[in-house]
């Protein structure tokens, strides 16, 4: 068989970058109940926003995703990595800096996407976003663009070329229930009802976002289900066929199945 086919059997483990938190931790239990091994990596060995990561998976803490050489070891003979990094768009103007908010949300992510093309990992997902252009949170939206930018030169950086897969999801706000230590924060309390009024209307809301796209890019968007975003993930994780680079927003990511 060539190197295509010799990738797409490939039966490594998946690496999550970001595995405590909200997403990552729905990312992590999904792809461990579809039998894989799972490997969360991250800073802290504490709970995090994504409550209990149920069996199957192992947690790695003391990595920096800025310092390759904490987690490479990690990267080895794995067939997918999940990069779920950063930091809350709101994090800019209550307290955090641009500057901060653009290596939180991309030179981390930048930083795991070139590891990863040094192992020559077959499927890269990143988890970024779809937002407007607000000047309140421009070092949350340029670090989401320079880790797409990165995650859409995969196929090159890496030398698979069409041998690699690489996913980008674009949600614009996530549902669920995050975690405070041990206590639930039910955030679809209130974000299911805005779901379902977007989708009913969702004509006017998709007007307003083609007309003026800087300011409502995303705002108008039914938020993802973060279980969504999980299956969504772990497909692109697990499909044999998966090639290129392939982009999926709020459109499919709601509802999707």
Known sequence: TGERDTILMATGHAVVFGGRGFVGAAICRELARRGLQVVSVGRSAGPGAGGDLGPGV???DGVNALEPETFKESLKGARAVVVAVGEAPWAEFTGGTKDRAVQANGMTNVSVLRAAAELRIP?????????????????????????EAEARAYPETSGLGASCGVTILKPSSVSGTRYAGKFPVPLWCFMEPMRMTMQLLARPCAWLESSCPSLFAGVLQPAVRVTELAQASADAATAEENSGVRTIGPDTLVGYR
């Open 58 to 60: 192992v947690h790695r």
């Open 123 to 147: 499927r890269i997902i990143l988890v970024n976003a779809t937002m407007p252009s607000w000047s309140l949170i421009s070092g949350y939206r340029k670090g989401k663009e320079l880790a």
